[in-house]
Each structure stands twice: as structure tokens, then as C-alpha cells.
């Protein structure tokens, strides 16, 4: 981070001003983790269950967990650009190939049993290191009145 020095803690992170600079070059970043937590937070109104999280790793997605996203809607025909889900749902277990599908509208997890295993190891040494308390408590005094 800028105006740091390095320290003798583990930094999670990666040195990626060469590719900043020079955008031909690969990134070093080889996986992305997306929302990683366990749903135990009753402050927040989640509870329960495995934990939520994703990773991405090359052109694949695997979402272990996600809570509220239920699939696609089509846009309305007023022409407004936001939306509302169709429903709320926990979905678990979903593979997509991100170069053939970018929308994730095609659940790949059966149909690639050794990609989705890969990477779902991958996910799990995340999901094993996460800290308890995780999230700080709710600060109420921060919300809208």
C-alpha cells in the first residue's frame, strides 16, 4: 500500500506495477477470491449454513455459496436499466467458464467435475483460514434514520 513499509507480518498482496505500466505483460494474480465469509453474523440478519464465497481462477467462476442471487431477469420493457432479482435464493455449487459465458447463465459445476473440484480445493484453504469475528460488530449508530 502506498506510504507503507514492508514489515515482518505476512501481506496478502501482490506486486503489480509492472503490468500496471505495461498492460501487454500477465498479471501475477492468478486467483480472485469474491465475498468469503461465514453466514453467522446475526447483526447483519445472516446466519447459518456454509460458508458464502467464490473464486475465479484462469476463465472459470466457482461459487461455493451465495446468498440473495436467484438468476437473470429480462430488462423491462420501460427501458430502465436497474432491476430486481426474480426471487431470493441460496445457490450453492455453481462452475462457469467466464470466456464462453460471461453472463453465468450456464451451471457447468456437473458437466466439469474435475475443473469444479480443482478450484472448489482452491476455495476451501481460504474458507479454512478465515478468522473467527470476521466482521466487527454492527455499529447502529451509522445507519439511516
Given amino acids: 500500500m502506498a ?18 505500466q505495461d498492460a501487454s505483460l500477465d498479471s ?9 465469509f461465514y453466514p ?3 447483526e447483519y440478519n445472516i446466519t447459518g449454513g456454509p460458508a458464502v464465497g467464490a473464486i475465479r481462477v484462469g476463465d472459470w467462476k466457482y461459487i461455493h455459496r451465495t446468498l440473495g442471487y436467484s438468476g437473470w431477469a429480462e430488462a423491462p420493457e420501460s427501458g430502465i436499466k436497474s432491476q430486481q432479482f426474480p426471487g ?12 464462453t459465458d460471461p453472463e453465468e447463465r450456464e451451471n457447468l459445476f456437473e458437466v466439469e467435475p474435475e475443473v469444479a473440484a480443482n478450484i472448489q480445493a482452491k476455495l476451501d484453504k481460504y474458507i479454512q483460514a478465515l478468522p473467527d469475528g ?11 434514520k
Fill in 88 to 99: 431470493f435464493e441460496d445457490i450453492r455449487d455453481a462452475l462457469y467458464n467466464l470466456a
Fill in 3 to 20: 506510504g507503507l513499509l514492508a514489515t515482518s507480518h505476512d501481506l496478502d498482496g501482490l506486486d503489480q506495477w509492472a503490468q500496471l
Fill in 40 to 42: 453467522n453474523a446475526p
Fill in 134 to 144: 470476521f466482521y466487527p460488530p454492527k455499529d447502529s449508530s451509522r445507519e439511516a
Fill in 28 to 36: 501475477p494474480r492468478k486467483e480472485m477470491i469474491y465475498n468469503i
